[in-house]
């Protein structure tokens, strides 16, 4: 019986190239991106996204390969790999990062040693997304 270490090596989930997505993603275990995507990619597995694949989006997988443009945070729970031919442009959180020489990311990066500080660091992002989600509701309260 194969562990669920493994399990998350069959692909799910492909968009690719010459494919145009406005939407989030909820995928539940590998998910592979060659095309362009406007919208958040949550996986519950791998993510690879590959080298003409462009995203307006928050990401968020167990372990993520980046080797297109990303505009948009990125949230790794075991690893981050950055290939030479990325551009990241938002945050990252992730266990552990590998940045090949070459890509370029423009933003904080926190890589966070154990689990309590992993927790901590996405719980308190996950936080500040949701209070900048409800400020413009406010804000066109307050202009009225």
Not at 116 to 130: K, L, M, N
């Amino acid at each position: 019986m194969p562990s669920d270490r493994h399990a998350d090596f069959s692909i799910n989930t492909i968009i690719g190239p010459n494919t145009n997505l406005q939407g989030d993603i909820e995928a539940g275990g590998f998910t592979r991106i060659d095309g362009s995507i406007v919208g958040n990619v949550n996986a519950r597995g791998r993510v690879v996204i590959g080298e003409r694949a462009r995203m307006k989006s928050n990401v968020s997988g167990t372990a993520i390969t980046i080797g297109g443009v990303v505009y948009g945070n990125v949230i790794a729970g075991e690893s981050l790999v950055i290939l030479s031919t990325a551009l990241v442009l938002g945050d990252i959180i992730t266990r552990r990062i590998q940045a090949d020489d070459g890509c370029l990311i423009h933003g904080k990066v926190l890589v966070c040693p154990d689990k309590e500080h992993w927790s901590r660091a996405v719980s308190e992002y996950r936080d500040a997304q949701g209070i900048r989600s409800v400020l413009p509701v406010f804000s066109k309260n307050t202009e009225a």
